[in-house]
């Protein structure tokens, strides 16, 4: 029997059903969530003339996501299943000829590599692995396959305990825990183990490992001549306390010693070697301890030496690097703005946008995320999204418009309205700077008429909302919300200077970033000012949980899965190395004004706004003993909550299309026992 969501409510308070009108037939509904569709990691042929993608959507009946591999033509044409659609399989990688196409499967619960002869359709298995695959790559010349698998650790028992007799259930073996980092939030807690690089014939056989030590290794890339492999990893002795010290490093196919490329003290990821094997592309940067930092791209002759920025005037986080064909320059992907563009960078440093709107994979709310690929003759594939979409498959090139190739909703989408997105910026009451926002306005919305506000916050807080498709705004909207999500400062996207101003100093001024963008909204006109909301999670939980202690101006409010008191955050969260080093300027008990300061809690004796907490049971993020913390607060306060408890759930509390759908209807339910007037919102 499946888990239900389980709510633990006050005494003499029930969560009323909501008081809703019977739901408009063109508005997107919660069951709605169950049809949506999406395409993730395509991969365009080396010969740009065809793409394969996942093909992604929930399973209604397992209630998770399922993804088969679907193949479609450059020009939109032949849009098909490759394998069976009922066959879990992704990662899809083409040969550097275009003849054949690895991907990952399971069966009977294992992930193993396969492989596709794509002009015959013939497949074969290659492993017989006893962990999932991961980063699977093809040598330059199709002879061989590198991949990363996690290799277990088996430690000498701390004790010997006496064995039960036969039959006898002395209960699961007790945990003996030694590690800095001893969970990881979506993960549990930890096997003893690290992640390394093997290699295997790409006609089958045994794999055999390249890299080892205590230490984990990142996505293996070839060299040009197949007789080496790079990649990035933190082999330092104190990786564990120093979280974004990871280097670049070379180790030959055939095994042996591992080199190392990089020294410097920051982070160096996502290596890529140039086409004629003479100069290594990165990312990273020289580390200052500092909240948020921008993300460079360097390049660095072979040996690792005459190392150099390539992208600083860009001042925008640059990731996922891809050298042009001909080693003049490199594709890469960067947040401008709230928006995902592709871009090219030469060698010298210039820059230019080949296209926008890449995302669409976050089905909830409007992050970004996404990624593409180039074929050998410049043409790109990618996720492109809008607000009216979630992810389809999309290609370009320089100097030509993209062309949509995937158009996965349009069958639901028909016969919905979704809500209008409008971009608004304006001017932030503490020091006047510009700050970025969307309006999100209810289907058939009537400027003359009133509606209620809802402002929703995101997390990170270094991260970024956008002009992208969002499915929970979109219900809110349905449900007859104007709904205003902003990027206010500390946010990614708008350069360093904008992310840092929260260093050190968060949440604070960025309330009144928020506080001026509902400002802004009501000076439109169509805003009852009665009936203002407000909620947000993670980051955005936090500042939700802020805003409540600092104005009672909002009617209701849903804090989903917040950080209420730094001390006890940065001592129970899955990575206190990061957090005590990068958001703060040391530990809590050495700064504990500076951490209580800064922590919801401290002004719990402020609120008075009806507040409903959300918390995944299993969050190892900001672990539910946060919210709790604020809940029995309010409780003795006799101040109106409530909280909702996700079982099984993460961080990622919508992980799965029946939490998403629960989420939206606790938080609508809340704001409908409070919201008043006549106009009550729809159910969706």
């Known amino acids: 029997m499946r888990n239900r969501l389980f709510v633990l409510v006050a005494l003499a308070m029930v969560v009323a059903p909501l008081r809703a009108q019977k739901s408009a037939s063109d508005r997107l509904t919660l069951k709605d969530i169950f049809e949506l569709e999406w395409g993730a990691d395509p991969q365009i042929a080396p010969d740009g003339k065809r793409v394969v993608f996942e093909r992604q959507g929930f399973d209604i009946m397992k209630d998770n996501t399922k993804s088969a591999l679907w193949i479609v033509n450059a020009d939109g044409a032949d849009l098909r299943p490759l394998l069976d659609p009922t066959r879990q399989a992704g990662s899809p990688r083409f040969s550097p000829d275009g003849t054949k196409l690895l991907f990952v499967a ?58 039960p007799p036969a039959g006898a259930d002395w209960g699961p073996p007790v945990q003996y825990i030694d590690q800095v980092q001893y969970r990881f939030d979506g993960r549990g807690y930890l096997r003893r183990g690290h992640a390394h690089i093997f290699v295997l014939p790409a006609d089958g056989g045994t794999a055999r490992q390249i890299t080892d030590g205590a230490w984990d290794d990142g996505a293996p890339v070839w060299s040009p001549d197949g007789a080496a492999i790079v990649f990035s990893a933190n082999r330092h002795a104190d990786a564990d306390y120093e979280p974004n010290n990871s280097d670049i490093y070379e180790v030959a196919v055939t095994g042996g010693a591992v080199k190392t490329l990089t020294t410097r003290y920051g982070p160096d990821n996502d290596p890529v070697v ?67 563009k592709i871009g090219f960078i030469t060698t010298a440093g210039v820059t230019s946008v080949l296209a926008n709107q890449l995302g669409g994979l976050d089905l909830g709310r409007p992050y970004g995320g996404g990624s593409f690929t180039v074929a050998n003759n410049g043409r790109f594939a990618f996720n492109f999204t809008t607000p009216d979409h979630p992810a389809d498959i999309a290609v370009g090139a320089a100097g030509q418009p993209v062309v949509r190739l995937t158009r996965l909703n349009d069958d639901l989408f028909e016969h919905k309205t979704l809500g209008s997105v409008e971009e608004v910026w304006f001017p932030s009451s503490f020091d006047q700077r510009k700050v970025e926002g969307w309006i999100v306005k209810p289907p058939g919305f009537d400027a003359t008429k009133k509606y209620p506000l809802l402002l929703e916050i995101h997390g990170g807080p270094f991260a970024n909302y956008g002009a992208r498709y969002a499915t929970e705004l979109q219900l809110y909207a349905a449900a007859g919300y104007v709904v205003l999500y902003t990027n206010p400062r500390g946010s990614t996207s708008y350069g360093e200077e904008f992310g840092n101003l929260i260093h050190h100093d968060y949440p604070n001024h960025d309330y009144e970033d928020l506080m001026s963008g509902v400002n802004a909204v ?163």
């Not at 005037?313 to 996922?320: C, I, V």
């Open 522 to 684: 009501i000076a439109k006109g169509y805003v009852d000012t009665t009936n203002l909301m407000v909620t947000g999670g993670s980051g955005g939980g936090v500042l939700t949980a802020w805003i409540v202690g600092h104005t009672n101006r909002f009617r209701a409010a849903v804090v989903q899965k917040p950080v209420i008191n730094w001390y006890s955050f940065v001592l129970t969260a899955d990575a206190d190395a990061f957090f005590t080093k990068y958001w703060f300027p040391g530990m809590p008990w050495d700064n504990q004004e500076q951490y209580m300061k800064r922590s919801p809690i401290t002004y719990v004796g402020n609120v008075t706004t009806p507040t409903m907490l959300i918390t995944g049971a299993v969050d190892y993020r900001t672990p539910s003993s946060e919210a709790e913390q604020f809940y029995e607060a309010l409780k003795l306060r006799k101040v109106p909550t409530a909280m909702v408890r996700v079982p099984n759930a993460s961080h990622e509390i919508s992980a799965v299309p029946s939490h998403m759908m629960a989420k939206v209807a606790y938080i609508l339910g809340w704001f409908g026992q409070y919201r008043t007037g006549s106009g009550t919102p729809l159910t969706p």
């Open 274 to 340: 140039s086409p004629d094997g003479k100069t290594i592309a990165y990312t990273g940067f020289d580390d200052r301890h500092q909240g948020y930092q921008v993300t460079q791209i360097y390049l660095m002759n072979r040996d690792g030496s005459a190392s150099r920025s390539i992208s600083a005037k860009l001042d925008r986080d640059a990731n996922d690097l891809a050298w042009s064909r001909d080693g003049k320059g490199l594709y890469f992907q960067y947040d401008d703005q709230g928006d995902t």
């Open 106 to 163: 399971s069966v009977d619960g294992k992930s193993d590599i396969f492989v596709r002869w794509m002009d015959t359709g013939v497949e074969a298995k290659l492993t017989h692995l006893a962990e999932p695959p991961r980063a699977i790559a093809w040598s330059p010349d199709g002879k061989w396959i590198a991949f990363s698998m996690f290799v277990p650790d088996d430690p000498k028992p701390f004790v010997t305990l006496p064995t």
